[in-house]
């Protein structure tokens, strides 16, 4: 599994880079995202909030967006990081990501890897299924 560490670790750095475009000047919580297609191709987001706030996005859904934009339709694996801009974290927790985000991605598969990343040496690893039990996808509607 050396070579899905490297793969793990190529996403994590890239969802770093991506955190520091992150536009969050209401919650001053940054986050980058990198999602890996099938087809090779690494696509990058950070959050961006509004003024008014409801019209915020998360990164996951940024780098999702910009893939299924490209054409992409199936993904592997996406990695995420995240905290408070100033580093001072309240807790240990990596972040995950949220409820909207999950089911955005359950639109594409539940078999998506869900890289949630501190840095490159401690992150944790789970399904999308684990992170979304009896989601409502489009199998639901067929
Ligand atoms: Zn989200």
Do not use: H, W
């Amino acid at each position: 599994m050396e070579n899905e560490k490297n793969i793990i670790q190529d996403l994590i750095r890239r969802a770093m880079k991506a955190r520091e475009y992150s536009y969050s000047p209401y919650s001053n919580f940054s986050v980058g995202a990198a999602i890996l297609s099938e087809s090779g191709k690494i696509y990058t987001g950070c959050n961006i909030e509004s003024a008014s706030y409801t019209p915020t996005i998360c990164a996951e859904r940024v780098a999702l967006f910009k893939a299924v934009s490209e054409g992409e339709r199936k993904f592997k694996m996406l990695a995420l990081v995240g905290g408070p801009k100033n580093g001072e974290k309240k807790t240990e927790e990596i972040v995950s990501p949220c409820g909207v985000c999950r089911q955005m991605l359950y639109e594409f598969g539940k078999d998506l890897k869900v890289v949630m990343a501190d840095n490159e040496e401690k992150y944790e690893v789970r399904m999308l299924e684990e992170l979304l039990p009896y989601g409502f996808g489009p199998d639901n509607l067929i």
